[in-house]
């Protein structure tokens, strides 16, 4: 599969009920939504993939697995390689009509982005580095999407946000997407690193 990936020729809400529209059976496979997504791209695979942290609709147990794919397809981007996913991703299965639902909110909330998005700041995205940049980015945050820590508030939607925020802004060649894309990156880590001191800080009195 090309790693290279081109401009969306339709609105992201218009793709995904493309997706919706072809989705069929009781569960359907990462592989077989890859494939039905197609000429979209990798980049198109990845907002799908984070959808369901960023809405009220969610898919239950699939921050690890999701995560995993999100982080093998930002190292293919980073080192302008073939995407490469393991078959127990590849077969990893979910349910349709769950999978119906996260969409169906997907593009409700696209339609309401996407009058926002357009290409601008082209230094951003316009250059094989940076694009290499953006996908150890992407790497980063499905990094940060699989820790297990999704009982604890925001910990799958700041870095579910920092993704689609990073792959939008390459997909529609948007700088401000990307920056905004780093910001939340950030804001990740920065939550994570104070959630780790206040454990640190909680064991210490507990000793004392």
């Not at 339709?10 to 919706?20: D, E, F, G, W």
């Not at 939504?33 to 198109?44: A, P, R, S, T, V």
């Amino acid at each position: 599969m090309d790693t290279h990936f081109h401009d969306t020729d339709v609105p992201l809400s218009v793709a995904l009920k493309r997706t919706i529209s072809v989705i069929q059976g009781d569960t359907i496979t990462l592989q077989q939504l890859l494939h039905l997504i197609g000429e979209q791209g990798l980049l198109f695979f990845c907002i799908i993939l984070t959808i369901p942290f960023l809405l009220p609709v969610s898919i239950p147990g699939v921050s690890t697995v999701f995560g995993l794919v999100i982080i093998l397809i930002g190292i293919s981007v980073t080192l302008n390689r073939t995407l490469w996913l393991p078959n127990k991703l590849l077969h990893y299965q979910v349910n349709s009509a769950q999978l119906i639902g996260v969409l169906e909110k997907g593009v409700q909330f696209f339609t309401k982005l996407e009058r926002w998005v357009r290409a601008r700041l082209s230094y951003l995205t316009g250059s094989a580095a940076m694009n290499r940049f953006n996908g150890l980015a992407l790497t980063v945050g499905g990094v940060l999407l699989i820790f297990p820590l999704s009982f604890i508030p925001f910990s799958n939607t700041l870095p579910a946000l920092a993704i689609m925020l990073l792959a939008l802004g390459l997909l529609q060649r948007d700088g401000y997407c990307i920056l905004a894309g780093y910001v939340a990156l950030v804001a990740t880590i920065l939550y994570f690193g104070g959630l780790a001191l206040l454990v640190v800080i909680g064991g210490q009195n507990l000793l004392g």
